[in-house]
């Protein structure tokens, strides 16, 4: 197939519990540095390396997902790992997305800190195949990867789902670290006070 009629297609795989601006800015930054038709993001069932207690139902991460992303066409969902069920391994979901689009080619993001977790990744060398990955430089520290790494700068946002879910819990409002209508939509489902997940 000629080269220059494949889509340019950036994936961002996380459990989103809830999504924020650090997210939100990595995937429109890779978006616009690499040139991509879209980055879409892709939210885990269940996590491979995350106690399952800790997550919210899909539906609330998928809406929050959309709330989140519904102004920005750079930005898409990809829901596969929702829809496939049981645990989320990138292997098994870039097999299935590569096969289902053969005129598509994939771009892993990840933060630089998961470079040097690459060689535990179920399937790695043959998931390497599949897709290239794009790497966030978050420290000055060149990390060495035996794998095939793009690395790329974007502007750093120390902001964490888990820190977002702790000031729910203490009743402080995280103006400005999520989009104010995921905001409204967790302060309305009460998505995060004890007792209520």
């Not at 340019?8 to 939100?24: C, D, E, R, S």
């Not at 990595?26 to 540095?33: K, L, S």
């Not at 998928?62 to 750079?74: C, G, T, W, Y």
């Not at 049981?86 to 993001?109: E, H, Q, R, V």
Request: zero cysteines.
């Amino acid at each position: 197939m000629d080269k220059g009629n494949r889509k340019k297609i950036g994936l961002l795989g996380g459990n989103f519990n809830p999504i924020h601006h650090a997210h939100l800015m990595m995937a429109d930054q890779v978006a616009q540095q690499m040139n991509l038709d879209q980055v879409l993001l892709m939210p885990e069932n269940i996590p491979p390396h995350v106690d399952e207690k800790e997550t919210i139902s899909a539906k609330h991460r998928v809406k929050m997902l959309e709330l989140a992303i519904k102004d920005n066409p750079r930005l898409g969902l990809e829901l596969i790992e929702i829809e496939r069920g049981g645990k989320s391994y990138s292997y098994d979901t870039l097999k299935l997305l590569t096969k289902a689009n053969p005129d598509t080619d994939y771009y892993f993001i990840i933060g630089g800190d998961m470079v040097e977790y690459l060689p535990k990744w179920y399937k790695i060398d043959e998931l390497i195949e599949l897709v290239k990955f794009i790497a966030i430089r978050r420290t000055e520290k060149n990390i060495e990867s035996p794998y095939p790494v793009q690395w790329l700068e974007a502007p750093l946002l120390p902001i964490s789902s888990t820190m977002i879910r702790e000031m729910f819990v203490q009743n402080i409002k995280p103006t400005y670290l999520l989009p104010q209508d995921v905001i409204s939509y967790i302060e309305t489902e009460k998505l995060y006070k004890k007792n209520d997940q």
